[in-house]
């Protein structure tokens, strides 16, 4: 059974960075589409980026564009989310996914694989 645990979460002000690693145990991401989903309080699970088995294909929420950066290795069985240029509505807690695609280099539409969040906090 594929076990996911998010890690790089914290406070930080405006502005800032923030690295959120996956790491995948009980079985090899090989053959997973990732993403990255978060949820605010008071607010619905919303998606905000993907990465496809190779990295061939990212996709990202419309305000994370341009600010945030999935990336995977799958030699380390690890994705990462790079967060810039934070703002206080990126706040919330972050979760990784996983979707079993085969070859299909594509980003997934529903993930199977969950793990237990990390909080991001972007405050002064």
């Known amino acids: 059974q594929l076990q996911l645990v998010e890690s790089g979460g914290g406070l930080v002000q405006p502005g800032g960075s923030l690295r959120l690693s996956c790491a995948a145990s009980g079985g090899t991401l090989d053959g997973y589409a990732i993403a990255w989903f978060r949820q605010a309080p008071g607010k619905e699970r919303e998606g905000v980026s993907c990465i496809s088995i190779t990295g061939g294909t990212t996709e990202y929420k419309e305000s994370a564009k341009g600010r945030f950066t999935i990336s995977r290795d799958n030699a380390k069985n690890m994705v990462y989310l790079q967060m810039h240029s934070l703002k206080p509505e990126d706040t919330a807690v972050y979760y990784c996914?996983?979707?079993?695609?085969?070859?299909?280099?594509?980003?997934?539409?529903?993930?199977?694989?969950w793990g237990q969040g990390t909080q991001v906090t972007v405050s002064a």
């Open positions: 996914a996983a979707a079993f695609q085969g070859d299909y280099d594509v980003c997934s539409k529903e993930y199977d694989y």
